[in-house]
């Protein structure tokens, strides 16, 4: 995880790199540091904590931070503990290379080893701090160019990595380089930005290339970009990519919390997905990644779907979706799993992936593994230009927009929203599903965005409700069918934001073990909408009061039952089954950023947590 920043230009440096900063801090947020040069070498910050604290204690050291060039780099610690020592950049032993990096370098200890055998100390227990004397050592040794150093070290290195290094003899140049993790250059009017997310830069210049796995690239202020395969040396023609990110999509405006904007925004962002994919009026479905592939969609015997976090949460809805409206097997695979376990796959079958960052290192991992066992990969992203949506055969954009809460909401709904069209649109191919429940269901996937505001409604409720629960230490969030995933979303979201132990499960499990839990200090959170197996939810329910647990139900505007039944009731439009997770995670979503805000908690940079997990 982890962000990077750099800019080399004529500006200065230090404004650019520490709102860089605090646009990145998504990634990673324990510690964070600077480093400006000028023409007498460089003044370098750094601390534990957040991006305000390094700013604090920048300022109160009433040192004037002037130059034109600079890195920064806010941290998600892998190797050693979060402090001031560990925190970025690192410098090697003669203080000349500067460094920042985003990925795990896997063999540093057999580095360090050679390192110290050679002289070198090393301050902190970081992978960086090896790596950047890895270069120093190599550049002494050989009398080697900078460039020729990092090339070389970068082929010793078995991990993943995106660095910046700048040398304090050569400030008006910088070297980055990738492996795994993100990096992209922007391009400027005779200046380079360089960051984990051009998100970071895009209000000086929208130009964007985006480096390969390895490819570095050699920025000068004073000369072109010079971009090159790290492995030989190879020169590259520069793909210059123009980014369509508007900056107040990457600000609060009116709310406290990004996940608060975010959740509000799903009104908007689903019709943003079914922007020119759904015309309600002649039910026709077009999806561009699917129509040139259609042969492959209609003739595949099975599909499996890869995914992490909430996207797996999506990818299992997709599994009955797609099974129930096109009839084709799936499976749902944890990413991070699949890769070790040796899967059976083949170049007949559809690997699809879904990731809303698109640059998830596991997902990024499975990915690979099936391209290389000649499998067709279908990619659901939603950052556009992001790793995943540049390596797959063909896929399709959420277009839910940034996403910056760490608790992943609307890009939930809009994965939902893309699988349903999918299944929708494969099951008209392939001539299985019935036409009056196409075409209601299209009807409905309409008047989606419509429901969700008026699901966006129960928020007054919601508080009143969190009032009562904010200082219980455990939940139970249970579904069925299409609505089990949907308590696993529900369980993750508090958990992730509010640290109340919460677990999902599929209602009628409970009885196979969890309701030994049950007592009146448990919570336990129904999602049951009036359906085939609404009967059977009433029954759990029993159970569970017999067993005096709390219970607050999600339910249908003009359910009876459970509305007696329930402690607390949240009512959502009514809809068919299969559309049904678009409205009842609209309720959980907001309860765990009630229960979050009430409990005080940070619930933009929960603890431990980072919104792009780019390290497996
Ligand atoms: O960017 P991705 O969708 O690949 O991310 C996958 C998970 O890391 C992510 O969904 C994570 O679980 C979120 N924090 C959930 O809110």
Known sequence: MCGIIGYLGNRDAYPIIINGLKKLEYRGYDSSGVSIFHKDGYNLYKTKGRVYEL???????????????GIGHTRWATHGVADDINAHPHISNSNNLVMIHNGIVDNYNSIKIILLNNGFTLRSNTDTEVLVNLVEYIKNENKFSLEEAIRCSLTEVVGAYSIAIVDRDDPDSMIIAKLGSPIAIGIGDGEFFVASDPISFIQYTKNVIYLEDG???????????DLRKIINNYKLNPVINKL?????????????YFMLKEIYEQPQTILNTLRGRLLVSSK???????????????????ITIVACGTSWHASLIGE???????????????????????????KNNIIIVISQSGETADTISALKLAKSKGAF????????????????DAGVYTHAGPEIGVASTKAFTAQITMLILLALKIGKYKSII?????????????????????????????????KIFHSMNNFLYLGRGINFPVALEGALKLKEISYIHAEGFPAAEMKHGPIALIDQKIVVVVIAPLNESYPKIVGNIQEIKARNGKIIAIINENDVEVNMLADHVIKVPNISEELSPLVTVIPLQLLAYQMAYIRGENIDKPRNLAKSVTVE
Not at 244 to 256: A, H, M, P, S, T
Request: glycine letters at 4%; a positive charge; aromatic letters at 8%.
């Open 55 to 69: 700013e604090k204690k920048i300022n109160r050291s009433n040192i004037q931070l002037k130059g034109t060039t």
């Open 215 to 225: 490819e570095m690239a050699i920025l000068n202020k004073y000369k072109d970009l």
């Open 434 to 466: 019935n036409d009056n429940i196409y075409n209601k269901l299209c009807e409905e996937l309409g008047s989606i965005p419509e429901k969700i505001s008026t699901a966006l409604k129960v928020h007054d409720s919601i508080k009143k409700i969190s």
């Open 320 to 346: 009955y979706l797609l099974e129930k409206l096109a009839r084709i097997p799936v499976e749902v695979e944890y990413a991070s799993e699949f890769r070790y376990r040796d899967p059976i796959i083949n």
């Open 244 to 256: 369509k990110i508007d900056l107040k999509e990457i600000e609060k405006g009116k709310y406290k």
């Open 377 to 392: 990969v279908f990619g659901i992203c939603n950052v556009v230009g992001s790793t995943i949506s540049r390596s797959v």
């Open 284 to 302: 026709v479905i077009y999806i561009d990644g699917i129509e040139s592939n259609k042969e492959k969609f209609i003739n595949t015997k099975c």
